[in-house]
């Protein structure tokens, strides 16, 4: 793990039974298996127990505002088209304060790509009620059960225009593992969202157990439906997680977009910008 | 600091007849920038249109992000990759830049935001003048750091100073502010872009050492770090969190002191570099008129009236309003009666001056709370009280 993960800065601050550890196992796993090369690879991360990834990986890697990661993402991709930029951050981070960024992101097919690790809650600050906190779960600010519709993250994701959509659980670690390896080298945005156990708090609060019975949770309540029609993946409190990949298809990026329009319009007056040079492919 | 000439691609050499948001964008294009991320808002969004129709032609990207929280974290992580960025707004958006404008200073990161102010507070006077913004330039980011801001007063200096904005956020590695205003921005005059090779860019401070030595906030010898761009192989990290000289985080008072004093001193140590100002008759001036932008314009006629009236009358114009010229006013309060400082302000960069001239002599704000300029004669009465 040394040539992937920063190991002066080990141990990590994450807690016994938390899910983003086995995340970031994945991840590097992924790097691994698709031989990426790792000077290439920039992370970026927000703010929160899943913002810290950054720390980490030892990658160009950028521990960024909260909610922000993605347009600091988008401004390094587009100074960069050769480098493949991965955003790495909580469900609070990018669904919660940054859910704009995320809508416009995908509405434009960026090329980067987004791993959403879902715990349900805002876990570094207590374990707060999310946008992604299932109805009748307790949090911290809803402690009488929390009332608010919730967002289904696939859902938003295809209806903006993303175009590789999965999800998974923190159980499903060679799925998850594919799913990155093949996100990192789809041309366009993709989401990868991985329910992962808060054992600290969000399972405490809920008197769910451990990480294990988490685990045990998701093996119970887990199916898997390739391409499941999105509108269907809303999560219930301790219900059905339907997972699999659900979008991967093409379209233009926004740079692909630029570049082919542009060229278009302005015909020789257009200077191309980005294009990568696939020659030696 | 590695100095080159200007690109000739994106230099527009001639005399023109431009407003100053106009202005702004060619001096960005003239002075190396080919990143800009913004977002429309009165009345700034000229600045943006120009940019959107010139980038293509000259090799760049001009995105339009979905806010003003967007287009500065764009910037940030722009600047990372190797580009010289820039955005423009007016107040409110330049409210939201604020989150990520200590990012960036806290990352040491260059970029520049010129900001076309508006009346305010709120959404205010969208059409209108105002210089209401002084005071949230320097602080308005929460913690304690340095920025510089710079103040232009026509189209000219528009494009001249936006030149500067992007060589000064290089050479200190901090994010730089144009601070003009709605008069300025819509304000058309000549502009006169010079030959590509007299124009001076300040290249970044790149580090070419080994690359398993590299140490992003480790301070060279004139007290700026080195930089390095994602992608060249040095695998750095950076964060918004108080860190040491490797970009990792430390959470405790003795990093924060030496992390908070750095990106503060390396400003505070180099003001003698970075200030501009213009003055004039301030020799033997008995009151000395203190102002910028749209205001220093207005101020001339003000000016004219009182030294026909026999009022030895100085004038110092702040080109470089953040950091402020705090010696120059010093030692200028020994010598005269007054300083008159009009704004277009409730008195905001006054505080300053009467800061730096306390009880040496006396300090005369001639607010306007926007909306339009002062009316000279106002400026003219607070002379003409001054002298007695």
Redesign the interface.
Known sequence: MEEYL?M??IPHIWCPGCGIGTVVTSFVEALKKNKED???V?L?SGIGCTGRV??YV????????H??A???????????P??KVVVFSGDGDIFGIGG??F??AARRNMDITVICVNNFNYAMTGGQVAATTPMMANASTAPYGNFEYSFSLPYLAEACGATYVARWTALHMRRVTKSIQEALKHRGLSLIEVITPCVTLYARRNRLGDGLNLMKYYYDQSVIEHGADTRTLDISYQGKLVCGKFVHKEKPT?LDA?NTH?TNV?GD??????RINNDND | MKKTKADPKGVLTGAHYMDGDHALCEGALAGGCRFFAGYPITPSTETAERFSSRIPHVGGVFIQMEDELASIAALIGASWGGKKPMTVTSGPGFSLMMENLGLAAMMETPLVIANVQRGGPSTGLPTLTGQQDMMQAKYGSHGDYEIIALSPDSPQECFDLTIEALNLAETYRVPVLIMTDECVGHMHEKVIIPPAEEIEIVERKWYTGPKDEYLPYKNDTDGIPFMVKAGDGYRFHTTGLTHDERGYPVINAECQKVNVTHIIEKIRGNVDKIIKIEEDQTDNAEVVVVSYGITSRVAVRAVQKARQAGIKTGTLRLITAWPFPEKRIRALSKKIKAFIVPEINYGQMVKEVERNSIDRCKVYNVPHLGGWVHDPDDIYKAIKEASK
């Not at chain 1, 007056?269 to 980005?274: A, F, H, N, P, V």
């Open positions: 920063r002066d800065r790792l000077d290439k920039a970026v950054a720390g030892k990658l160009d890697s950028f521990h960024t505002t909610g922000r993605i347009p600091f993402a988008t401004g390094l991709k587009l100074a960069n050769d480098m704009n960024h809508i416009h926004f630029m542009m302005l007056d257009y200077e191309l910008y980005g």
